[in-house]
């Protein structure tokens, strides 16, 4: 049993080896063969798979800017302006009153002959990120997920390297019986495994794997949160100062940018063609296979076995012509032999295939000149394009700006004649309001003598009330005051009487000490006298020692 190949290509030569040395019909088979019209061509084609990084490199260049943008969005401050019962306004501004001033039918009577008013502008202010810039890079994110999404997926299982090998066999033999003709074509594609792809790429599909989970951290951010539902944004991105000027932002737009003209799966595949030669020990095992299958099928069908017909077609019937030119050509010798005939067909189809491989190698060279050529055209063409793009954004954005300019017109127009009509509401309202305002304010005035009024009385009042209470203090203070100061002297007498007891005993202590130190100094003094005495006895013996 073969465990490869190999071994199967070795058994089947080992067995035919007997056949092709001993028989007679084989080797008249295989000179014949040898000596035919054969054509024999064999390819190796390579097909690397090189992973195009020029994406990868983009988006990994504009992550940053991305994160950047997205940690400290951009937003703004808007109002909202609703006009509601007083009682549910929150905030009464300058606006509020502007408002009421113009809109007097928000103004009723109240029951005590002034006026309140019954509706007022309430004005919010509101934050808001509902940018168009913000709005930019929330559908770039969507995009970009996508973007990296697809071409993760065929990279990854579809960027394995090939190797296909080619061969093709074309014979015709024609004897005094029977004409032969042998066509056969094959191809073998060896694929390179999973691992094989893993290991030769491991680096490239880490840096592609590390950019997808990136960019599925910024879809689950809390700013896509935050934006999700926003109005959509297509393409052309319009070229605001701030995607324009900010270096984040304008990272941003070419990235938009590239995805917009990026077409490519992500990867390039580089083809080797290379033409194999054909050793002796690979014609031989050619040849006999061509034996083999003739013999197979000659043998079936010429077996009087019962073949079921599947399908019988009746052509028309053909027209033999009779040739109308036949061209001679002299030779020196009439006893040519066929083998040197056919040498001869063989070395003319040999040369026309060089030829015509000269002249596809030409052709070939044509093309990539006319590719390269076409690369770079295309590459102008997105130069163009990108240009196009541009003057047609600001063509839009001047559309957009005139567009805008006359609807303020017209609004301008608009809030003129309402002005007008306003003003003279204003003016009736401002006569109105200023006899109410005259009404109002006497009214006021009376009012504010009552109460002022009351508010004397009731301040009278608390003076006298604050001055009782503060004479009732002064003397409970002045009590307060004379009974501590009659403690405070029973207990200085009492402290002085303690000292003279204490000081008279000390006084006496004293004595008594100063008369025992007398008495001691007295003795001191008797005893100095006595050592005086003694001294002066002992220097005489020491005076009388001398003399002697």
């Known amino acids: 049993m073969s465990d490869t190949i190999q071994d199967l290509y070795d058994s089947f030569s080992t067995q035919m080896e007997p056949i092709q040395a001993d028989d007679r019909y084989f080797r008249y088979l295989f000179e014949m063969a040898q000596a035919s019209d054969t054509t024999l061509e064999q390819k190796r084609e390579e097909l690397v798979k090189v992973i195009d990084e020029e994406w990868i490199s983009m988006i990994e260049d504009s992550l940053d800017a991305i994160n950047a943008i997205i940690e400290k969005p951009r937003r703004f401050i808007t109002t909202e302006e609703e006009v509601v019962p007083v009682s549910l306004a929150k905030k009464i501004s300058a606006d509020s009153v502007r408002h009421l001033s113009q809109n007097t039918q928000f103004l009723a009577p109240s029951d005590d002959g002034g006026i309140h008013p019954t509706k007022i502008l309430n004005v919010n202010t509101v934050e808001t990120y509902d940018l168009y810039e913000n709005r930019f890079v929330y559908h770039l994110i969507q995009r970009l997920l996508t973007f990296v999404d697809k071409r993760t997926d065929v990279i990854f299982w579809s960027t394995g390297n090939e190797i296909r090998n080619r061969f093709k066999m074309h014979s015709k033999i024609d004897d005094a019986y029977e004409e032969i003709e042998y066509n056969v074509e094959m191809t073998v594609k060896n694929r390179q495994s999973f691992a094989e792809n893993d290991a030769d790429n491991m680096e490239t599909f880490m840096r592609i794997d590390r950019v997808r989970r990136l960019v599925m951290a910024l879809r689950n951010a809390s700013f896509c949160q935050i934006m999700a ?262 207990q200085v007498d009492a402290a002085r009487a303690a000292c003279e007891t204490e000081v008279a005993g000390v006084r006496s202590d004293a004595a008594a000490a100063a008369e025992q130190a007398a008495a001691e100094l007295t003795q001191v003094k008797v005893t100095a006298a006595d050592a005086a005495a003694a001294a002066d006895e002992r220097a005489a013996e020491l005076e009388s020692a001398r003399d002697c």
């Open 229 to 490: 539902g926003c109005a959509a944004v297509r393409s052309p991105i319009q070229r605001t100062n701030l995607i324009m000027k900010d270096p984040n932002y304008r990272k941003c737009y070419q990235l938009w940018q590239f995805m917009e003209r990026y077409d490519n799966v992500g990867y390039t595949i580089d083809v080797k063609d290379s033409e194999m030669a054909f050793d002796d020990e690979y014609m031989v095992q050619m040849y006999t296979n061509l034996i083999n299958n003739y013999a197979v099928f000659k043998s079936l069908t010429s077996d009087d076995r019962n073949l079921t017909e599947l399908e019988s077609v009746h052509r028309d019937p053909v027209k033999p012509k009779f040739v109308k030119e036949i061209k001679e050509e002299l030779i020196a010798s009439p006893d040519i032999p066929d083998v040197e005939v056919r040498r001869v067909f063989v070395e003319e189809v040999t040369q026309a295939q060089l030829d015509a491989e000269a002249a596809l190698e030409c052709e070939r060279a044509e093309r990539e000149e006319l590719e390269s050529q076409l690369k770079a055209w295309k590459v102008q063409v997105h130069a163009l394009t990108d240009e196009r793009d541009d003057l047609a954004d600001e063509l839009d954005m001047a559309a957009t700006r005139e567009q805008a300019a006359t609807q303020r017109a017209q609004v301008a127009e608009a809030a003129l004649e309402d002005a007008k009509g306003s003003l003279e509401d204003a003016e009736a309202g401002k006569r109105a309001a200023e006899a109410d305002a005259q009404k109002a304010r006497e009214d006021a005035a009376a009012e504010v003598e009552r109460m002022r009024a009351e508010a004397t009385a009731e301040v009278d009042a608390a003076l006298a009330d604050a001055a009782a209470k503060v004479k009732a203090a002064a003397e409970a203070a002045d009590a307060r005051v004379e009974e501590a100061q009659r403690d405070a002297a029973s």
